[in-house]
């Protein structure tokens, strides 16, 4: 079965950092591009970095320069840097894998972004 569990979610000031971690079990993690996405409250959730199985990124535009997705495959992990950060940021942020043909997601942790 396929769990994803993000943590390092939290209230910080604009122009602050966190760094989101998601840990995964049930797949072969370092087959497989992970993502993280996002949803603001009344908001569609959207994609904000990608990382490939070698390791290869894309970022939304709103966070290219600012956000930094990592991987760590020997312990299943997927990481988002999160440097500069804007009240726009302030939202769940999700990690999601495409396993088998479908969609898995951890449970979320919320970033508010305020002064």
């Known amino acids: 079965q396929v769990h994803l569990v993000e943590s390092g979610g939290g209230l910080v000031q604009p122009g602050g950092s966190l760094r989101l971690s998601c840990t995964t079990s049930?797949?072969?993690?370092?087959?497989?591009?992970m993502n993280w996405y996002r949803q603001a409250t009344g908001e569609q959730r959207e994609l904000v970095a990608s990382?490939?199985?070698?390791?290869?990124?894309n970022y939304a535009e709103s966070v290219k320069d600012r956000f930094t997705i990592s991987r760590n495959n020997v312990w299943n992990r997927v990481s988002l840097q999160m440097n500069s950060l804007k009240p726009e940021d302030t939202a769940a942020y999700y990690c999601?894998?495409?396993?088998?043909?479908?969609?898995?997601w951890g449970q979320g942790t919320q970033v508010t972004v305020s002064s």
């Open positions: 990382i490939t199985s070698d390791g290869s990124t």
């Open positions: 999601n894998v495409r396993y088998r043909g479908s969609p898995f």
């Open positions: 049930g797949i072969n993690f370092k087959l497989y591009t």
